[in-house]
């Protein structure tokens, strides 16, 4: 069907009181005076636009509003369970991998010199654990995409060599989101489906963990952030001088667990945070987004002087300290990029219950973020 400029203009006259109309690359544009609530509005558009192939967006420009219509805005990709199983398969057998290599203690050791395949039984503490959290976290992200019927991918999960086994998990958006507060829920919901996993997971392996003294040679320990330090101080409080926590797996899993979240919370571009702050501040979340790279570098910075004056350190241990900070920085800035697809309605503002959420969401990427990611 050819669908023109004036068949369009039927379609919204009755939405819209036209004052301006113009064409843009293939999007049809129309601006005025809204004649109902912005809701409504999009209904009844979606409802004439879909069946002739556009996609209407509600905005708001220069003091106006505007209709735009788009081509289908909506990605039709077949799909390929196969892959997400695949990939879920391959992180599985990543994480037990990482889990073997972290687990030590008497009991895990005698399993580890076994010569039986059940030597890998030591990673499976860790490996369950962070798999759950964050398969709990996507799931969190489409049972939230669905009830609002926007169209989401299964969750596409990303093994690694090295590390955790993992460099978590993704959802594919093909759809645009109806308005700031679908956007917001799909967000939040993911890292706050995944925290009911972690807090009873890290409580649990504290729970199996114990106060050692410091080997002989010194060990490596993950970083603490003001929740997990906040966390051992309740569960061991003080610990004595040449004594160290040593963490089961599920605690070491949780651990992971904050950190991938507190990483999908940093307010730029795609990642969760990131739509939280489109959901929350419009089209200011671009300013956001690049002041939180600029927060980041600034931060590696003042850690690596802070390093670097500390008695014994030189320049090569002070950058190792605090490189986890200018390595966020670069793959945000070359990977996750500023840029965030706006939902179809982006007039109706947010909820107020929903910003209170979202100052939840702040508060919990501060305390979960770790200065040093090891030690």
């Known amino acids: 069907m050819l669908v023109t400029e004036e068949m369009l203009r039927r379609s919204v006259e009755d939405v819209l009181v036209v004052r301006d109309r113009q064409l843009r690359g293939g999007i049809f544009v129309f601006r005025g005076i809204l004649t109902m609530q912005p809701g409504r509005a999009l209904d009844v558009l979606i409802e004439r636009f879909r069946p002739i192939g556009y996609t209407p967006f509600l905005r708001e420009e220069a003091g ?28 599985c057998l990543s994480t037990l991998a990482a889990g ?41 992200h489409y049972f939230t995409a669905r009830h ?4 989401v991918s299964l969750p596409y999960f990303i093994p690694a060599p090295l590390g955790f086994g993992t460099f978590g998990a993704i959802i594919l958006m093909r759809s645009p989101a109806r308005n700031r507060n679908s956007l917001f829920d799909i967000a939040a919901a993911g890292p706050l489906a995944g925290l009911a996993v972690a807090f009873p997971a890290i409580l649990l392996g504290f729970a199996w963990s114990s106060v050692v003294p410091v080997p002989p040679g010194g060990y490596v320990a993950f970083g603490d952030s003001l929740l997990t330090w906040a ?22 899993a949780a651990w992971a667990g904050f950190l991938v979240t507190a990483l999908n919370l940093f307010p730029v571009g795609q990642l969760d945070g990131g739509r939280i702050a489109y959901a929350l501040f419009g089209r200011h979340h671009r300013v956001i987004g690049k002041a939180t790279v600029a927060t980041l570098l600034v931060v590696g910075v003042a850690s690596f002087l802070w390093g670097l004056s500390a008695p014994g350190n030189d320049a090569v241990s002070a950058m190792a300290a605090s490189l986890n900070w200018f390595v966020w920085a670069a793959l945000i800035f070359f990977l996750v990029g500023f840029h965030h697809s706006p939902p179809l309605d982006d007039l109706s503002p947010i909820s107020p219950g929903r910003r209170v959420v979202g100052i939840v969401c702040l508060v919990l990427l501060i305390v979960m973020t770790p200065p040093f990611v090891i030690h």
């Not at 505007?66 to 879920?88: D, G, H, I, K």
Request: proline share 8%.
């Open 100 to 140: 073997f290599s972290f687990a030590g203690s008497p009991t895990f050791d005698a399993l580890r010199s076994s010569t039986s395949a059940a030597r890998f039984l030591v990673g499976v503490p860790f490996a369950a654990t962070l798999m759950a959290i964050l398969s709990v976290h996507e799931l969190g």
């Open 64 to 91: 106006a509003v505007s209709v735009q219509a788009w081509p289908l805005a909506e990605t039709v990709l077949p799909r390929r369970v196969f892959l997400n199983v695949l990939l879920f398969v391959v992180t």
């Open 148 to 151: 609002y019927r926007a169209a």
């Open 231 to 252: 966390l051992t101080y309740v569960r061991f409080g003080p610990i004595p001088p040449g004594h160290m926590v040593f963490t089961h797996p599920i605690a070491d």
